[in-house]
């Protein structure tokens, strides 16, 4: 079992250094072998569309944000199709695009309803 596991090793080059604090990744959950970064960056306030109500957020200043906790070994994203009314998920989605690391990124989506538009209301008269 020794000689294998020396051989394996062998043919398996080492993982690389980490690239920050942030790439001491985990396991989302056990029966996935998804892993990520320990640290989820939430995407809430990428936009400009909630400004009156929590600020706002130029693209260009989500790219560097989104940058910055990449190169330190983030890979753990939350989004929303709600947040910002979709901007957040577009500047996102355009940044993995531009940095081709799509493949290297774990979002969280959730998808949120409004609230006025439930057909399931019955009323009765």
Known sequence: MENFQNALMAAIPPAPAPKG???????????????????CLGGMNFGSNW???MGSMTQEQTQELLDYFYDNGGNFIDTANLYQNGQSEEWIGGWMKKRENRDEIDEFFAICFDDDEDENTDEKS
Request: charged letters at 25%.
């Open 51 to 53: 400004k009156e109500m």
């Open 21 to 39: 604090p942030l790439n001491k990744y985990r396991l989302l959950s056990p029966s996935t072998s998804v892993r990520v970064s320990p640290l």
